[in-house]
């Protein structure tokens, strides 16, 4: 089966065994004529089923996660493994992947049980594209499904660094009885700021 393709339908395998036979006589003075070996085929029991594996599109898609989808419907043999890969680039990259891929080579392989299968991966970097395909793993071979792609949003805004508090200082300062003053003067000072509060002084 070609690398990341779904088939259509299960795949049917029989294991055959020859036979032959041919008829034979034998004559009244002891002379036996064989006639030709004739073939026949019987099948055994075994029939072998593939596993049917159909990725899903992303439900969700942010600027650093993603949410990839699949449906997984076991054949006649048991399911070894399952789950999803992943890389970054364009589907065209499936073809520089292995057929039984790790994550080296820049795939990740993540096993993920259950007839439907969900992964949410994180910590993608914004703006990028990537491709990814289910995976079931029989004693037999592996599966895949279809190998489709997503691409990561671009990041809505950046947080601006906080702002280093501003300079309190004094803008007017007034006797207790509300008289302007310029300077400080002995006693009880009333004293405005350039934040708004105003504060009581004693100066002696």
Known sequence: ???????????????????????YYTSASGTTYYGDWIAFITA????????????????????????????????????????????AGGSSSAQQVRRVASTDDGVTKVEVDGQWMTLTIEDLEPSTTCSYRAFVTTSVETTYGETL?????????????????????????????????SSPQSGINIVRYSDGTVRKVFVK
């Open 1 to 23: 089966m070609p690398n990341g393709t779904n088939p259509a339908s299960p795949v049917l395998r029989l294991r055959c065994q020859s036979n032959k036979y041919r008829p």
């Open 149 to 181: 792609t997503f691409t990561t949003d671009v990041p809505t805004g950046i947080e601006d660094e906080p702002a280093e508090p501003a300079e309190v200082y004094e803008i007017a300062r007034y006797t207790t009885d509300g008289k302007k003053i």
């Open 44 to 87: 055994d029991a075994y029939v072998y089923f593939e596993p049917a594996v159909s990725t899903m599109a992303v439900t969700t898609v942010s600027s650093s996660t993603a949410t990839l989808r699949a449906n997984v419907v076991a054949g006649s043999e048991t399911v070894l493994s399952q789950g999803f890969e992943y890389w």
